[in-house]
C-alpha cells in the first residue's frame, strides 16, 4: 500500500506535465503562448505575500525567541493534564500551528528523548504529520490576494488543530 | 481575532524578554524573521510562475473543469457560494490532491491559484474573506498526507523498528479534524452571517 502511495507521488507531477500540455495541444490551445500567458502572474503573486509574511513571521519570531512561548506552555500545562494531554508534547502542540519547522525540531527532539517507539514518540509523530502550519498558511493564503480580515477562519484554523491534537492522543492511545 | 493574535505575540515577547533580561534577542529575532519571510516569498517566484503557466493551459483545454466536474456533489456541498464548473472548484480539488499525495511544493501554489479564483467570486469585499476562503483553508490546514515523509524519515533515523506504522493513525485523525473542521465551519459561518451583512 504505502509503495503504491510513494510511487504514485513520484510520477503526479510528470504525468500532469505531460497530460495538460498534450491534451491542450489536441484541442488546438496554442500551449506556449498560454503558459506564458498564466505564468506571468507569478511574479505578483508571490510579491503580495511579502508584507504579510514578515508580519506574521515577525510576530512569532520574538514570541518564540523571547521565551514567551516556554511561559505559555507552562501555564497551560495544568489544564492540558486534565485532558490527558501528556505535559511533553505541548511544547509541540503550541509551536505546530504557528511555525512548522520549530515544531518539526520539537517533534524530532521528543522522538530522540524518548524514543521513537515510546507512547510520546508515536503521539508526536502523530501530531506532526496529521496538520499544517495554521497561521502560515492563512497568512500566506490570504496575503496572496490581498485578504486583510480573516472573520473567523483564525479561530476554525485552531479549534481544527485542537481536534487534530485530542484525536492524536486518542487514537495512539487506542492503536498500540 | 488576527489583530489580537499578532498584538499578544509581539507584546507578550517583548515584556518576557525584558523581564528575562534579554531584550537584545528580540530586535535579532524580528530581523531574522523579516528576512525569512522574503526568503520564502522570493523562492516562491519559480514554482508560482511554473504552476500558474500550466494551470492556465489546463483550464484553456478544459481539463479543471472536467475534474470540478468529477466531484461536483462533495463540492457543491462544501462550497454552496461557488458556481459549478468555476475554476475554482478544479483549483480546489488540485490543491487537496497534491496535499494528500504530500507534494507539499506543488500544493502551495495550486492553492494560492485556488484562492486567487475564490477571491474574483468575492466582489466588492476584496478585503475580507469570504465564507468559501474560510472552508478551504479549514480543509487545507487539517488536511490529510498520506505519506508525512519528513516525519517517518525522522523516526528511521533515531531507529524506529517500524518508522511507517504512524501513518494510519495520521490519517484517521486528519480524517476526523478534518469531518469537525466541516462542521464547525457550518457553525461559525452561520454564527457570523449577521456581520457580513
Request: charge should be positive; include cysteine; glycine fraction near 8%.
Amino acid at each position: 500500500m504505502l509503495d503504491i502511495i510513494s510511487e504514485l507521488s513520484r510520477w503526479a507531477i510528470p504525468v500532469v506535465l505531460l497530460v495538460v500540455p498534450l491534451v491542450a495541444a489536441l484541442r488546438r490551445v496554442k500551449v506556449y503562448e498560454t503558459f506564458v500567458d498564466g505564468a506571468e502572474a507569478g511574479f505578483t503573486t508571490a510579491i503580495k505575500t511579502i508584507p504579510y509574511l514578515v508580519a506574521m513571521l515577525v510576530a512569532i519570531g520574538i514570541f518564540r525567541a523571547s521565551g514567551a512561548m516556554e511561559v505559555l506552555v507552562k501555564t497551560l500545562s495544568p489544564v492540558l493534564n486534565i485532558v490527558g494531554l501528556p505535559t511533553e508534547v505541548l511544547p509541540h502542540a503550541i509551536m505546530r500551528p504557528l511555525s512548522g519547522g520549530a515544531a518539526l525540531g520539537i517533534a524530532s527532539d521528543i522522538i530522540k528523548t524518548y524514543g521513537p517507539d515510546s507512547f510520546l514518540g508515536r503521539l508526536v509523530s502523530t501530531m506532526q504529520g496529521s496538520c499544517d502550519t495554521t497561521f502560515y498558511v492563512l497568512t500566506l493564503y490570504f496575503g496572496s490576494v490581498g485578504v486583510r480580515k480573516y472573520r473567523y477562519s483564525v479561530i476554525l484554523g485552531l479549534i481544527s488543530d485542537l481536534t487534530t491534537l485530542v484525536a492524536s492522543v486518542f487514537i495512539v492511545r487506542t492503536f498500540f | 481575532m488576527v489583530n489580537l493574535v499578532w498584538l499578544g505575540m509581539i507584546i507578550l515577547g517583548i515584556l518576557v524578554a525584558g523581564i528575562n533580561g534579554n531584550i537584545e534577542i528580540v530586535t535579532k529575532a524580528a530581523l531574522d524573521s523579516a528576512n525569512d519571510a522574503v526568503k520564502i516569498s522570493i523562492s516562491l517566484i519559480a514554482i508560482m510562475t511554473f504552476w500558474l503557466g500550466i494551470m492556465k493551459l489546463a483550464e484553456e483545454a478544459g481539463l479543471i473543469r472536467m475534474l470540478a466536474r468529477l466531484v461536483r456533489p462533495v463540492m457543491r456541498f462544501l462550497f454552496p457560494s461557488v458556481p459549478k464548473d468555476h475554476p475554482a472548484m478544479g483549483a480546489i480539488v488540485m490543491n487537496l490532491s497534491a496535499n494528500i499525495l504530500g507534494l507539499g511544493n506543488a500544493a502551495t501554489p495550486m492553492g494560492l491559484i485556488a484562492m486567487r479564483e475564490l477571491q474574483k467570486l468575492n466582489r466588492g469585499r476584496e478585503d475580507t474573506a469570504s465564507e468559501a476562503m474560510c472552508t478551504f483553508l479549514a480543509l487545507n490546514t487539517s488536511c490529510v498526507t498520506l505519506i508525512p515523509t519528513t516525519i517517518i524519515g525522522i523516526r528511521l533515523l533515531y531507529g524506529s523498528a517500524d518508522p511507517t506504522d504512524i501513518v494510519g493513525p495520521t490519517i484517521m485523525a486528519t480524517a476526523f479534524s478534518m469531518v469537525v473542521a466541516v462542521f464547525v465551519d457550518r457553525l461559525l459561518r452561520f454564527i457570523y452571517t449577521d456581520r457580513r451583512g
